[in-house]
C-alpha cells in the first residue's frame, strides 16, 4: 500500500509565496516524484504551473501586495 503525504487536495485554492501580486491559484492535479516528494500542478488566468509544497500556501501574504 502507498501512503501520500499530500499537503494540499485538488481542487483547493492556494498562493504562490514569491508571487507579489498574490493571485488565486487552484489544485489542478498532483504528481508523486521519486523519493516520494510531491509537486503539485496550479491553475490561474489560463496558466499552469508546478510547484513544490513549500512555495505555496492557504494564506494570502498581504505584506508582498504592499510593499512592491
Not at 3 to 28: A, C, H, L, M, S
Not at 29 to 47: A, K, L
Amino acid at each position: 500500500m502507498m501512503v501520500i503525504n499530500n499537503k494540499f487536495e485538488i481542487g483547493e485554492t492556494v498562493y504562490q509565496t514569491t508571487d507579489p501580486n498574490q493571485y488565486p491559484r487552484v489544485i489542478t492535479r498532483f504528481c508523486i516524484n521519486p523519493g516520494g516528494i510531491v509537486t503539485y500542478e496550479v491553475y490561474s488566468s489560463s496558466v499552469n504551473s508546478w510547484h513544490y509544497d513549500f512555495e505555496l500556501s492557504r494564506e494570502k501574504n498581504i505584506t508582498l501586495t504592499t510593499t512592491n
